[in-house]
């Protein structure tokens, strides 16, 4: 089975522009959670969708916003970029059934805003 | 304020012998904790997790400990070998928000 798959892969950007990422979870996984990841830190939890809904929402702006789709793939949208916002965008998915909780990453979109 | 805390930033062992890595948590409302290996340019990788009701899980050379009444948890690794060599982050489950919250790892060498 196919695991977490992300695109793109690199993508570099101007402040001000807006950016679309993209997430496909493992087949059968209804959960998807996008991570922010900055050097030298673990991953930061911005937002977790389960069944198309939003279920939990970390401390970022507004500017960040996501959806999930029928087929349970995800996109997340970051508006109005700042310099800051450079780093390592992960996704993660899991089934978020029975009694476990694990969370698989995919390889992650390493975006540049310049 | 850093619910999760990985205070050691590395760590290296011999091949062959025991890597103990550990984690701190402030919140004892988390249900669920994890590890994760992470290389560079790549997504964490799985490792192993443990519910809070447990104190122990073990899955072939990683066993994970849980001392609740500490707020702690390890990573056993053994017998370590130069391919675990990476970064490991711990990570904690609110089960009020579905937040998982990570460390900030720790860098794991294993010499040959």
């Known amino acids: 089975d196919a695991g977490v798959t992300q695109s793109p892969t690199h993508l570099i950007k101007t402040r001000g522009q807006h950016v679309t990422l993209r997430c496909s979870p493992i087949s059968g996984h209804k959960s998807v959670s996008w991570y922010q990841q900055v050097l030298g830190q673990g991953p930061q939890f911005i937002f977790q969708?389960?069944?198309?809904?939003?279920?939990g929402r970390g401390n970022f702006p507004d500017r960040f916003s996501a959806r999930q789709f029928p087929n349970y793939s995800s996109e997340l949208n970051v508006n109005a970029l700042l310099l800051g916002d450079s780093a390592l965008y992960l996704c993660?998915?899991?089934?978020?059934?029975?009694?476990?909780?694990?969370?698989?990453f995919g390889p992650g979109t390493r975006l540049t805003v310049t | 304020d850093q619910q999760v805390k990985q205070n050691s930033p590395s760590l290296s062992v011999q091949e062959g012998r025991i890597s103990i890595l550990n984690c701190d948590y402030t919140n004892s409302m988390f249900d669920y904790f994890l590890w994760y290996k992470k290389y560079p340019a790549e997504g964490p990788t799985f490792l192993i997790s443990?519910?809070?009701?447990?104190d122990k899980n073990e899955d072939g050379r990683f066993t994970v400990f849980l001392n609740k009444s500490a707020k702690h948890l390890s990573l056993h690794i053994v017998p370590s070998q130069p391919g675990d060599s990476a970064v490991y982050f711990c990570a904690a489950r609110d089960p009020g928000t579905y937040k998982y919250i990570f460390g900030t790892g720790t860098r794991l060498k294993v010499l040959a």
């Open positions: 993660a998915s899991s089934s978020s059934g029975g009694s476990t909780y694990e969370q698989y």
């Open positions: 443990i519910s809070s009701i447990k």
């Open positions: 969708y389960y069944e198309k809904e939003e279920r």
